[in-house]
Structure formats: structure tokens, C-alpha cells
């Protein structure tokens, strides 16, 4: 059974960075592919980032393409999603997620959610 504790979140002006983390504590970890979400107030849960369960492929929202990395350490069971250049716009609760199927950005192909850590990012 996977279990999933996210990290990492908290307030930072617009332009800073955020590292998050989210740890697999069942260590099942390397068989999943491994997605970041996000949902802001009043909005749908939105796809973020995903990283197959090698690490060798990875896939981005276009909203944080080029500012934001996901990438995994399946030694230590964990995944991180770095957040540089932040927008008042990032602001919402992350989420990852765990998929036993092909990487995907679909948030009914996963299989088991973290409880998520709150991001703020101010103008």
C-alpha cells in the first residue's frame, strides 16, 4: 500500500523558489509513476508534472514549463518537485500522486494521493 506525505510547502514571494517533497512511506515507491497536481481555491485539480517510474521520461503542464522540475530518488523513496521563478498564479495545495499505469496527466489514472502542502506565493 502506498502512502504518500508530502513536504516542502509554505509562503514565498513571487520570483522565489519552493522545493517540494513527497515521500513514499510503504516503500512500494520505484513501481509507480509519480505525478505532481495542484488545486487553487474555487478551481478543478490540475495537472502539474509527472515522472515514469525510471525517471527517464518526465511531462509539464505548459503553465510551469520551463520553471519548474520534477525528479525522483527511488533509493530513498522519494519524489521532488522544484518551483523556481513562483507566481502569485502557483498559488494553490500540491498534491503528488502515485500511478501504477504508463505516465500520465490524468488525475483519474491515479492510484494513491498525499494529503498536500499548501504553496502561497505573494505578489
Known amino acids: 500500500q502506498v502512502q504518500l506525505v508530502e513536504s516542502g510547502g509554505g509562503l514565498v514571494q513571487a520570483g522565489g523558489s519552493l522545493r517540494l517533497s513527497c515521500v513514499d512511506s510503504a516503500r512500494t515507491f520505484s513501481r509507480y509513476a509519480m505525478g505532481w497536481f495542484r488545486q487553487a481555491p474555487g478551481k478543478e485539480r490540475e495537472f502539474v508534472a509527472v515522472?515514469?517510474?525510471?525517471?527517464?521520461?518526465?511531462s509539464y503542464a505548459d503553465s510551469v514549463k520551463g520553471r519548474f522540475t520534477i525528479s525522483r530518488d527511488n533509493a530513498k523513496n522519494t519524489v521532488f518537485l522544484q518551483m523556481n521563478r513562483l507566481k502569485p498564479e502557483d498559488t494553490a495545495i500540491y498534491y503528488c500522486?502515485?500511478?501504477?499505469?504508463?505516465?500520465?496527466?490524468?488525475?483519474?489514472?491515479?492510484?494513491?494521493w498525499g494529503q498536500g502542502t499548501q504553496v502561497t506565493v505573494s505578489s
Open positions: 500522486a502515485a500511478s501504477s499505469t504508463v505516465i500520465t496527466t490524468f488525475a483519474s489514472a491515479y492510484n494513491y
Open positions: 515522472i515514469s517510474w525510471s525517471g527517464g521520461s518526465t
